[in-house]
């Protein structure tokens, strides 16, 4: 689509976001059925009610209630006093009852903002209102079968509708916005979001204008990467500006997105006006919540991701590595950043030690175990405790450890067992650094020796060969020795 | 007409060995298929019955005891779910279905000693007042055949006035426990709403509907209430009930302050039900109450907001019925939609066809403010109608239906006359207030109801008010 620059520019993209989260609760929404539908066989987690049966009544899960609180305060919002459910009718063979429990008319959350980074400006994107719904089952259509089927596992499953202002201007803006997202439901413990198995499911809506008056929008839904929510806003900017260019309307419609070709297809014809004849759900009393509970949950709140940048800013880390201890803490059950925040309540050099640690090489590792055992989980690659930290640590801050062999000693951790003693080990493994002056002067004597020349050059003044000269005394030593010490000796002998 | 002392005394007998469980389970069975004339029942559970009967019987021997209704026989109306044969609510819809769990009132009285027998039959779904909606057949009166029970509940309640058990089960979304009570001669109890647990019994509207017992006398009524009473974990809209148990006594009715509700007594009363009532209020008053008028200006607008609410919640609460997973399913459909729409078509009846239309209508977008709305706009108006009166009384009163049982064929050709019969009783499902139906002698041969209603979660001074007039007038 060759678009020239200028032209694009004269449109304003105009994008809002829904995002369905799957809360991480034990039991459905409204069944006390457990809610982990991935490794489990059809319809092996379902009960009367996820079934509908004739007499079942909802039973309202609180857990859900307290991470939607969770939620709200994450979102930058205070939950609503007063929330309740309405019910949502239509038929379609995933909806046992013939309609969804949702919230309506008074969702649990109105009002909130996340707010984004994009290109170093940080922009604040608004929240519509944010409500909790149960989820559907799941159909399946058999290859060349006459028949469908249908799975009622999911059915049941709480989520949490979050809808945004439509704030959004750009593909990276959206991205960024669906990533935000995502850390503040992973960090307030709201979601389990694993985007493979769907936990967070992105539903884009965009509209390109020359005017202040927004086009029409068209709405891309199941986006469940950063990147295809990114490709599909960018994707819609292109076509409903070739296609106004071209002197066509932009029809109102849903899309669905082709991760392979990287483009969007029309899903549905002409949008129909369904009536869902919303009324108050009966059978679920109106949810109040008490002042207390609600002052409990807040103030018992995870650390969020904002308070994060500022700590690890703190402890000098880069902003890249930053985002990406955000991204990947709790990656295999890793918990990078709880390892960090003991450190940091040890010493803040500890702490900023363990996150470039974690960040240069820990991350290597796994990924290297990842690829070698063909993408399982790499279950062996534990991290190690705070007293291995500490321990690696005090040995270079007490120059008996250069940083390199401490890598080497940290990255070795995995082998042994949990906790193991490292000091103990690096003893075994002849790493320590040599400080004993005698010992490092032995060597230095015999550098100078074999080197001559470069010995004179330090002597006229040539301070680079002093480095090539230790360099000298390190590969001596295998390594071993204190390359501070060793460089005060050589200009101790030299009389420089 | 088998005859049944009380449920307490029935107990003790079956407890001290006087009278076997199975004895009792069979003496109904037998009853039951004497009376087959009257179509009270849609199905026998003498299978689980004689088995149940048969396991306490055996538990007695060995010295245990085995509850407050020990070996008591009774019927439940076919919209309880129940792990024995079929529950159908007396629809073609569900005609097939054998339900995989069961109602929790049914799992306390069984819990007691109490046996199920059989289901009975009802307008289907319990739409009605009369059993004619019934998609089977319907029940007769057993005062005359020729005339209706009144439904919905009609067949628990031809039951019990037949003795064929000493008391059945029922379910009151409009009046459905009173209306038939009041026809047949016998107690009929909508407790206050949120009080008896509603899980596995099959929804018409959910937010008026509850489950109430049916039997002779108001003692009874109560023993089954207070096994039945209290907070459930499968709905959310039970209450922690009172501790003290209802019925064990008769309330003292001197100086209680009755309201006589004056809209009762207007135009469309029938002069027989007028005299019964009025003699019994005079009776209440004879026994030291202080009797007087009220009026309660928005009542008469109950019926119209019950036929907004009511068919509003029937649309959403049959919308599961679409022959996928259980019940009905129409034969040789070309795909999923003429699979929905022809089971649905064959599987509902004219009256339930009717109340998803008009549900459908009333929420639809453009007329959800100008009815379903404006409705919950006038029940809490009612609500707060019967809070500012039970300021002043301690209970009202009035007839339960302004007629007695009327003939079969006589008011099912017009919907609107069907729905009118319900004019006195669904006020109490609209504001949750509990209310009872106790015999009040008869117009021509015909029972009439005296209808006594309690302020919101008063059940147990209601039944004991209730205990106190039945004393008086027998």
Partial sequence: MPIAEEIKKAYKPTIGIECHVQLKTKTKLFAAVGNDARQAPPNTLISHICVGMPGALPVLNEAAIELAVRAAFALGSTPQKFSHFDRKHYFYPDLPKGYQITQYANPIIKGGHVDINVDGETRRIGITRAHLEEDAGKNIHPAGADYSLVDLNRAGTPLLEIVSEP?????????????????????????????????????????????????????????????????????????????????????????????????????????????????????????????????????????????????????????????????RDKEYGLDYLQRIEEGLAIDKDLAGFIAKYIVNDYFNLTDEIKRRTAGAQPAAAYLPTIKQFSEVYNLIKEGNLNSTSASVLLFNSWTQTPGADLVEYAKSK??????????????????????????????????????????????????????????????????? | MADWPTLSDIASQVQDGKVT??????????????????????????????????????????????????????????????????????????????????????????????????????????????????????????????????????????????GVVPFALGTDTGGSVRLPASFTGVVGYKPSYGLVSRSGVVAMASSTDVVGPLARSVEDTAL??????????????TFERDKEPYGKDSLDLSGKKIGVIREYFGEGLEAGVRQNIEAAIDMLNSAGAQVSEVSLPSVPLALAV??????????????????????????????????????????????????????????????YDAYYKKAQTVRTKIRQEFDKAFEEFDFLVGPTAPMPAFKIGERSKDPLQMYLTDIMTVAANISGNPAISVPAGTSDNLPVGLQIIGNYKDDRRLLAAARAYQELAS
């Fill in chain 2, 224 to 237: 089954v209430l207070d096994i039945m009473a209290g907070r459930d974990d499968l709905d959310s809209t």
């Fill in chain 2, 21 to 162: 469980a199975r004895e009792l389970v069979e003496k109904s069975l037998v009853a039951i298929e004497e009376n087959k004339e009257f179509d009270a029942v849609i199905s026998m559970t003498s299978e689980r019955a004689r088995s149940r009967a048969d396991e306490i019987d055996v538990r007695i021997k060995n010295g245990e005891q085995v509850g407050r209704l020990a070996g008591v026989p009774f019927i439940a109306k076919d919209n309880f779910l129940t792990l024995t044969g079929k529950t159908t609510a007396a629809s073609n819809m569900l005609k097939p279905f054998e339900a995989p769990y069961q109602a929790t009132a049914i799992n306390k009285l069984e819990a007691e000693g109490a046996i199920c027998v059989a289901k009975a039959n009802l307008d289907a779904f319990a739409h009605g007042s009369s059993t004619e909606n019934s998609d089977f057949f319907t029940t007769k009166n057993p005062h005359d055949k020729e005339r209706v029970p009144g439904g919905s509940s009609g067949g628990s309640a031809a039951a019990v006035a037949l």
């Fill in chain 1, 167 to 327: 704030d959004i201007h750009s593909p990276a803006e959206a991205k960024a916005f669906a990533r935000e997202l995502y850390l503040l439901m992973k960090y307030a413990g709201v979601s389990d979001v694993d985007l493979y198995h769907g936990n967070m499911r992105f539903d884009v809506n965009t509209s390109v204008s020359k005017t202040n008056e927004h086009g029409t929008r068209t709405e891309v839904k199941n986006l469940n990467s950063f990147r295809s929510v990114e490709g599909a806003v960018a994707y819609e900017i292109e076509r409903q500006i070739e296609l106004l260019e071209k002197g066509e309307k932009i029809t109102q419609e849903t899309r669905g997105w082709d991760e392979a070709k990287q483009k969007t297809v029309s899903q549905r014809g002409k949008e129909e006006a369904e009536d869902y004849r919303y009324f108050p759900e009966p059978d679920v009393p109106p949810t109040e919540l008490n002042d207390d509970y609600v002052k409990n949950i807040q103030e018992n709140l995870p650390i969020m991701p904002e308070t994060w940048r500022e700590k690890m800013h703190d402890l000098s880390i880069n902003s890249s590595s930053i985002e990406a201890l955000l991204d």
């Fill in chain 2, 306 to 367: 019950y036929y907004i609410i009511c068919p509003a919640e029937v649309s959403s609460n049959l919308a599961r019925y679409d022959g996928q997973r259980f019940g009905y399913n129409a034969p040789d459909t070309k795909n999923l939609d003429e699979s929905y729409e022809l089971s649905r078509e064959q599987g509902f009846g004219a009256e339930a066809k009717r109340r998803i239309m008009m549900g459908t209508y009333v929420l639809s977008s453009g007329y």
């Fill in chain 1, 430 to 496: 002849d790493m320590l650094q040599v400080s004993d002056e005698g010992e490092i002067e032995n060597i230095v004597r015999k550098v100078l020796a074999d080197n001559p020349k470069a010995a004179e050059d330090v002597k006229s003044g040539e301070a680079k060969a002093i480095g090539f000269l230790v360099g000298q005394v390190m590969k001596e030593s295998q390594g071993k020795a204190n390359p501070g010490l060793a460089q005060q000796i050589v200009k101790k002998i030299l009389g420089v």
